[in-house]
Each structure stands twice: as C-alpha cells, then as structure tokens.
C-alpha cells in the first residue's frame, strides 16, 4: 500500500519534510542582516545588493514553510529522492 501525497498530518514537525529549509532559510536571513547593519560604513544608507541574500532566506524560508504543511508531492518516493517513471 502506498502513502497518499499529503504527508501524514499527525508526523510531528521536526520529522516533516522542509524543516531544513525552514531553519536555513532564517540562518540565512539573519545573517545576512546582521552583516547588512553591522558592515555598514557612517553615512552609508542600507541600499546595498547583499538584501539579495535576505531576499534568498525568506524564498528558503516559504519553500520550507510550505513543503512541511503540504507534506510529500506526487513525485516524491518514499525510499528518498523522486520518482519519475510513469505509473
């Protein structure tokens, strides 16, 4: 018998697929912040390209938000990576 895609809704959320992006995603985010704000020269704006880095977190950071309420795709192959092959 095989898993329906959904996920199992009772699988608790640190075993749900995403998380990893999630906590990255904000790793990510913060640290490229705090680089940001503390890099800064005096009399410098904060109009710099290194808010592409943040800008990577929080797309991280909503894939992984999603992926672990969503919960397996359709292409997702239980014994890891995905399976392509008509079924």
Sequence with gaps: MTQQPGGNPKKPILKRRGVGLVVTGILV????????????SPGEGLAT????????????TGFGVY???????ALD???GGTNNEPM
């Design 29 to 40: 985010m913060i640290l490229f912040g705090i680089y940001i704000i503390v890099g800064k």
């Design 49 to 60: 390209p290194v808010w592409l880095g943040v800008a990577l977190g929080l797309i991280m």
């Design 67 to 73: 992926r672990a309420l969503a919960g397996p795709g």
């Design 77 to 79: 192959n239980p014994q």
